[in-house]
DNA sequence: GCAAAAATTACACGGCGTTCAAATTTGCCA
DNA sequence: TGGCAAATTTGAACGCCGTGTAATTTTTGC
């Protein structure tokens, strides 16, 4: 009867181990990301707080496991929208990466937070962690994005002549190369570019900046992605 | 001999909660916003937990004025440099505010933390709080410098027309319009832009994910302000 | 029924903000 | 110059929180 390949055993310690990254989630939802504590979510779980060193050996474990969940959940939205506008209209495709990006951080403000703020007191990321995985697969995501305007973007963008592979980081580098073969570095640098553009206005929207001096920073946002198209030569949605 | 107008007792009060800023500072910048406690302080000072009652009511009232001094200093520092390029070079004044505030925040990354991101766990800032002023300054300074291009701005700015003055906050708003008569609304819109765009790029680079990937942010940033320069009918400097 | 896994209990250790009476220092004025 | 009142600082304490460890008990699967 053991069809599985996971034992009964095995099955509840997987549970147990979601459970407590829910609760995790749930504590930083409610509290910001340093409310995020093994006392708080055995708390919350009815358990006891040295229970939970049977599933992660250390805070910060739990938090990078974390960190690479929500990481992975927001690239994963990006892409999804992507893939819903045909890729025949790139302008379209960039503004609904956009638009997702923005969504998702306004419906998970303390997830962005984790991701592309300061993590959570006195946490010290792994050396190259699980996050940087999601972390290039973002940045694929929008050099795709870039190329599929390249023809026309290229012109528009004088001094992209200046960089060189070796300007990038190795492994961003060869993980780019094999999804886009013939892709110029400046390519790059201009989906960076794209990422910064992107990130300005919802990061100052997440942390109160924008709100406290407009009551439209949809409007605001929406402008600014439509500029970013036609920076690229391509022609925004209406 | 009384010529001051302040006692000796009250400058020395006032040197004392000087130099408690300077020690938060020096927390701040060695073990990030969070280091930032009443006890590190006094321990740093040799004094204890207590005294800074004295000075200051409580700890949120210490981060705020220290929050309010650093994004004074920021504002200052990039008003500086604005000024310090001819009022007929409007591209190169927005160039000059864009490297200052990038070259502010690699000077000061917990400054930047501490004003643009999360400020210190467990801390709420009062409503309204001092911090406001500098974001008006901030945002007067960015309008003056998105006014000063307008002429040749606003045609390649589709979709500004779609602003009204009821879209933004009462308070900057009578700011702004004493600063600046005749200013129609949709430009404040393209100041925020403006804002977000300086801001993407630094963010992501401060908080480490820029440098994940590329070795040479610099570059990517100039070029990224060069096109902002560009998109607003203006010639960047060489 | 029995060995292994998991949870509990209890503990050590450290940090924090804040309060308060008591002691000390200081500025000032007679 | 001496002394006094006010400002300042101390030192201890309170209460709360956190991470992490180890021995012990309970639960569980086989």
């Not at 972390?135 to 870039?146: H, N, S, W, Y």
């Not at 580098?173 to 094999?178: E, I, N, P, R």
């Not at 201009?190 to 920073?217: D, F, K, S």
Request: with cysteine.
């Amino acid at each position: 009867m053991n069809r599985q390949t996971t034992s009964r055993r095995d099955r509840l310690r997987a549970q147990t181990s979601a459970e407590i990254k829910t609760i995790a989630f749930q504590l930083m939802a409610a509290g910001g990301p340093d409310a995020i504590s093994l006392r708080a979510i055995a708390r919350e779980m009815g358990m006891t707080a040295g229970a939970i060193y049977s599933y992660y050996a250390t805070r910060d474990d739990l938090i990078t496991t974390l960190i690479s969940d929500v990481y992975t959940s927001l690239v994963e939205a990006a892409e999804a929208a992507r893939d819903a506008v045909p890729a025949a209209d790139p302008g379209g495709r960039i503004l609904a990466w956009a638009q997702t990006l923005r969504e998702w951080a306004l419906a998970n403000p303390e997830g962005f937070r984790l991701v592309y703020g300061d993590p959570v007191p006195g946490y010290r990321p792994p050396d190259g962690g699980p996050a940087k995985e999601a972390e290039q697969r973002a940045c694929t995501g929008l050099t795709g994005l870039v190329i599929a305007a390249w023809r026309q973007a290229e012109p528009l963008q004088p001094g992209l002549r200046g960089y060189a592979w070796e300007d990038f980081d190795a492994g961003l580098v060869a993980h780019l190369q094999a999804e886009f073969p013939g892709l110029p570095p400046a390519a790059v640098a201009l989906a960076l570019r794209v990422w910064g553009r992107m990130h300005g206005l919802v990061a100052l929207e997440i942390y109160g900046h924008l709100r406290a001096l407009t009551h439209e920073p949809a409007a605001v946002y929406r402008d600014e992605i439509s500029d970013l198209i036609r920076s690229l030569g391509l022609t925004p949605p209406a």
